[in-house]
């Protein structure tokens, strides 16, 4: 069983940068992949990032690319996502999610456990 905690979300303005942890206890998930995934209002849960066991693949949703990355620490046991030039269109609550494999997916179904959420709110 793992239980993952986010955190790091808060309003920002439009342009502004954030930082979201992952923090995971319960056991190791320096063999799974990781990823992130978003839930806007009325909206259903989409893939943000994820990446694999070692770090050594990422991959992102095509309208985060090139502002957000994602990163972990195997000996922390901690995944994150440092979001720049953020966007009132990435206004969400953000989740952390571990998956069944090491290699991390852009299905949700993929994933075993999940996070609580964190919300983010950026400002017009």
């Known amino acids: 069983q793992v239980q993952l905690v986010e955190s790091g979300g808060g309003l920002v303005q439009a342009g502004g940068s954030l930082r979201l942890s992952c923090a995971a206890s319960?056991?190791?998930?320096?063999?799974?992949?990781m990823g992130w995934f978003r839930q806007a209002p009325g909206k259903g849960r989409g893939f943000v990032a994820r990446i694999t066991w070692n770090g050594g693949i990422t991959d992102y949703a095509n309208d985060v690319k090139g502002r957000f990355t994602i990163s972990r620490d195997n000996v922390k046991n901690m995944v994150y996502l440092q979001m720049n030039s953020l966007r009132p269109e990435d206004t969400a609550v953000y989740y952390c999610?571990?998956?069944?494999?090491?290699?991390?997916?852009?299905?949700?179904?993929?994933?075993?456990?999940w996070g609580q959420g964190t919300q983010v709110t950026v400002s017009s």
């Open positions: 999610a571990v998956d069944r494999s090491g290699l991390g997916s852009k299905n949700p179904l993929e994933y075993t456990y």
């Open positions: 319960g056991r190791t998930i320096s063999m799974n992949g």
